[in-house]
């Protein structure tokens, strides 16, 4: 279904994510024809360049980044049609003007910061100065929304100066990616989960983001960041908050988000004990971290496990394990809810026993697998076997499955049609950093140091410690 028209400006056009996703994105919605006709995408940025220039390094990225085969027949020409470039000086007068000249009446507008946070609070007074921002008009901004409690604080209330809390679009991509979605779908759409999902029957939950890249080129960035800010604060806990929460009473913005942020609040504080940190090292053939970010006493974590608790009546006594760490073995991100024993066996203590797992895997293979326990077939008498029902996506919906959208085209579109269910409210981020922000203070504090692993590991031992100390174990990462 073709979303309504609009008018979408990117500020940080020429930037790394508007090359690889925003807009590359916007051009696969182009093709399914969800784009209408009369929409408009002006690329904001520093450099100088013309409408012209800009389309050529529009088609660039897309054909780098994943246009396809509508690359060749003559899709592309089309899509960059809709193009536009305005050369803008986010801090002075240059270009505002010429901006608010290419906004039409009546039509979604939509404003995306792909910039840097310090940039925020003088694009959202600009927008209002030059007349650009509507009481319709959107706001889609980029993690990362602070730095701690306080600096997310001082930038919702920079934006809250602008724009209402409707209008305010906090990007998490994590959310927009199918699998994630889909756990809501599997939770509150299926009779069979629900009844088990608390304390009574779940022993533990794991939830694992593990990547094989490093920090690659953005270590200014990375280094004063580190993986407790950079993916446990907005995309893990996200995820746990999705996992945990209550049933909404409908799937709605605020319904949705209210129960998320009540999660959040339940969180006890981790006890250090309960954290581990990790840093890749250097091998003969590869640089390590401090290599890649240039800071050979850098004391930033690329790797966190960490146990924590729900203090509610669901959840007590259940605990979550988190880990994600960059330069792993494999890239795999699941959500694993472990069920407790049954309370009593009736088979022969050597029959083997197997507690039921549900896997949701969210890359690279998205899809669902339940261990169930059942007899080994054969005339072996009664051993048990855990055998998984598996639902991989690509498997049980053939070429639908392969269609997945991008997480952030999804998101993009969702601005557009003005809905903020898989958007994180401002409340949500600060309750978020009132969590972490301890365990960081901690860090500092006691002049910790992070455990080195190597390349391609599963992380630190201490991590797999974590675990081995509660009688548990971590599922392997494939
Ligand atoms: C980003 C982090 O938000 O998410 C990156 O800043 C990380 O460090 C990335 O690599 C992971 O996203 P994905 O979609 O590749 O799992």
New binding site residues.
């Given amino acids: 279904i073709p979303v309504d028209p609009f008018d979408l400006v990117i500020f940080g056009g020429t930037g790394d994510l508007a090359r690889r996703k925003i807009l590359p994105g916007l051009f696969r919605r182009f093709c399914s024809g969800q784009m209408p006709g009369e929409a408009t995408i002006v690329g904001a940025a520093r450099s100088e360049m013309d409408d012209d220039s800009y389309r050529t390094f529009v088609r660039e990225a897309i054909v780098e980044f994943g246009g396809g085969r509508h690359c060749e027949d003559g899709t592309l020409d089309e899509f960059l049609k809709h193009i536009g470039y305005v050369t803008i000086d986010a801090r002075g007068t240059g270009g505002w003007d010429d901006l608010a000249g290419r906004m039409r009446d009546g039509i979604v507008r939509a404003f995306y910061f792909s910039v840097a946070p310090a940039l925020f609070g003088d694009i959202a007074e600009r927008l209002h100065n030059y007349g650009l921002a509507t009481p319709e008009s959107r706001i889609v901004v980029e993690?990362p929304f602070g730095k701690n409690l306080e600096t997310a604080r001082a930038l919702n209330k920079t934006l809250a100066q602008h724009f209402d809390e409707t209008q305010i679009y906090r990007i998490d991509?994590y959310l927009g990616k199918e699998t994630v979605q889909n756990l809501m779908a599997v939770r509150f759409g299926n009779m069979l989960f629900e009844p088990l999902w608390n304390s009574q029957y779940v022993d533990h939950i794991q939830i694992t983001?593990a990547?094989t890249?490093g920090v690659g080129g953005r270590g200014g960035y990375y280094d004063t960041s580190g993986a407790m800010r950079?993916?446990v604060q907005n995309?893990l806990m996200q995820l746990l908050c999705l996992i945990a929460m209550e049933p909404p009473a409908r799937f709605e913005p605020d319904a949705v988000r209210d129960e998320k942020l009540k999660v959040i609040r339940a969180l006890e504080p981790v006890d250090y004990h309960h954290i581990v940190r990790g840093q890749y090292g250097a091998t003969d053939t590869q640089p390590g971290y401090r290599d890649h970010v240039e800071n050979p006493r850098s004391t930033t974590e690329s790797f966190v496990a960490l146990k924590c608790h729900i203090s509610n009546w669901r959840w007590a006594g259940t605990p979550f394990y988190l880990r994600t760490g960059k330069r792993l073995k494999s890239r795999s991100?699941e959500i694993v809810v472990v069920f407790k024993d049954t309370p009593h066996s009736i088979f022969e203590e050597d029959a083997g026993r197997h507690r039921n797992v549900l896997a949701i895997q969210l890359?690279p293979n998205e899809g669902i697998t339940l261990g169930v326990t059942i007899k080994e077939p054969g005339p072996g008498g009664m051993r048990l076997i855990d055998v998984p029902l598996d639902m991989t996506f690509a498997d049980a919906l053939g070429p639908e499955a392969e269609e997945v959208p991008d997480?952030y085209e999804r998101l993009i579109m969702d601005v557009i049609r003005g809905n903020q269910t898989l958007f994180m409210r401002g409340d949500e981020v600060e309750a978020a950093w009132a969590w972490t922000d301890p365990i960081i203070e901690g860090w500092t504090r006691r002049g910790e140091v992070p455990k080195p692993y190597d390349s391609g590991s599963t992380g630190p031992d201490d991590a797999l410690m974590l675990m081995h100390r509660d009688g548990r174990k971590w599922r392997e990462i494939r």
């Fill in positions: 993690k991509h983001v990547e890249v950079d993916m995309h991100s890359q997480a």
